[in-house]
């Protein structure tokens, strides 16, 4: 497939110019519209703002953002408030989102609906739903192509998160072998392969791709969390709870194989749909690779080290690692609920937790639950988090496992090196 019908111009670290928007379309509006911040639910409904256009080219551009927390950006950064979708600025669609109104002429000459939700499976994004992605997506704005970062929820990522790894409801998390043996069933099974597919070619549909040959879909995958191959990792744990599980290697080659079992199903499904095509609609971007290095348990690195910047996946209440002068606002990050919050309820929180799928909403609950449970429990980390201020907000403890801000620029980087290799 060749992408010049969509971009003339792919330079370093952004600057993307669609020949798609210079032939086919001429400004035409004088609005644009972006993803609000509003805190009420997960859905977002565009909100409108005056559109400043460049007398050199007059043209707009635009693309969308579907998706799950590895899309959002949880944890890098917010300007204000955070939303209930835990959008972080430091997300690699974001910075894509920078590039190309740079190279177009400012912020306002790209349309950009930044869909993506912590929490999302297929479910959340397929038409019909309650808070259904491409229900919200505005397809009579301009849209050039789409990202699609899914599947870590629908496959039961946080449940092994939880029995393998953090056990944030100790001993009631379940057992690992049995997390790790409903993951892959989920994903030998067809279901989320068909799900995928129903996504796919409803976003396609509802571009009226027939219309716009230049439309595709970029779907990111994800990367392994460990370096499988270190012994002193062994004797390492990041249990919340004192005495956790151990970081043994055998467990963290199941749950690499998982992550890289979950990227082939992904690759194979953006090969089916691309088959129906004459020419391919989907591409897969696998940037796992680019971790190589800065995945947990490096050579040398004592698990968890709060302080190393080249690991490129958050811990629990970690901080990002944004290069300096780029960071933004983390403060939200170790905001502390009330200890009457309904989140931390354990009586009625779990319900609304499931239901969300945040994996911070889901921490939280599992905590006060265990806490309610056993009050003996002692913290593994005492020192880190103090006994009185453990029900920081869902962020916190959300964010673990996904991808820092110079991860994201790592995701950007193979995003663009792909579409490179395209044109």
Known sequence: MRLDAVFTTIVSFGLVQSRAVHEHRRATLETQHV?????????????????????DNGFLTGFVAFGDSYSAGIGTGVDGKEDDCRHGLGSHAELIRAGLSASQGGRNSTAFQFLSCTGATTQEIISGGGESQLDTFNASLPADFALLSVGGNDLGFFAVMNACVF??????????????????AQIESDQFEQRLQIVIME???????????????????YARFFNDETDPCDDMSFGVWWNGPRLKKDLRMKMNAMVLTVNAKLRKTADGINSKFTKDKVVFVDYDKEFDGHRFCEEGVVEPDYQRKDTW????????????GTGANHISDIETLSPSSTLVDPSSCLEHAQRSGDWGELALCYMAM???????????????????SMWYVPTYYGKTFHPRSRGHEAVRNKIYEVWRSLE
């Open 35 to 55: 993803v609000s911040n509003s805190a009420s639910g997960h859905q977002r409904h565009p909100l409108s703002i005056p559109l400043i256009q460049s007398e």
């Open 167 to 184: 056990r944030f409801y100790n001993f009631y998390s379940g057992t690992c072998e049995a997390a790790l043996a409903n993951a892959q």
């Open 203 to 221: 976003i396609l549909d509802k571009v009226r791709w027939e219309k716009k040959p230049w439309f595709f879909i970029t779907v990111t995958g």
């Open 313 to 324: 996946f958050f811990l629990v209440g970690g901080l990002d690692n944004a290069r300096n």
């Open 370 to 388: 265990a806490k309610a449970q056993d009050p003996s429990l002692k913290l593994a980390r005492g020192d880190f988090v103090a006994e009185n």
